[in-house]
C-alpha cells in the first residue's frame, strides 16, 4: 500500500474523513480523541512539514535497513514488557483515549 503525502489542508482533511468513513465507529472515536491529542500536544515551531517528511523517510530508511535478526530481538523484547505488565495503554476497556502523566 503507498501512502500519498498530501499537500494542502484541505486535501489532508478531505483524506482523513475518507479514511475515517469505512472505520468501525468504536475505530472512527479513537481517530477522534487521537485529533484531540495531537491538539493539545502540538509540534514544535520550528518543526515544518518538509521536515517530518524528512524524518518520516529517515526512519523508513533506517527500518529497511535494519538486519531483521536485530528488528525480531527488539520486537521480542518489546513483547516480554507487554507479557510483563510492563507498559501503558494508549486505551482504555472502551476505547477511550489514555493520557500518561
Known sequence: MTTKIHQTQ????????????????VRT???????????????PIEETFE????????WDEQFANTDN???????????TEIDEGNTLPMFDEQGDFVEHR
Open 51 to 58: 521536515e517530518i517528511v524528512a524524518d518520516e523517510a529517515l
Open 29 to 43: 472515536v479513537q481517530l477522534y480523541q487521537f485529533a484531540l491529542f495531537l491538539k493539545t500536544h502540538p509540534l
Open 10 to 25: 484541505a486535501e489532508l482533511v478531505k483524506a482523513i474523513t475518507e479514511i475515517a468513513s469505512t472505520m468501525p465507529l
Open 69 to 79: 535478526d536485530k528488528l525480531a530481538a527488539l520486537v521480542a523484547t518489546v513483547e
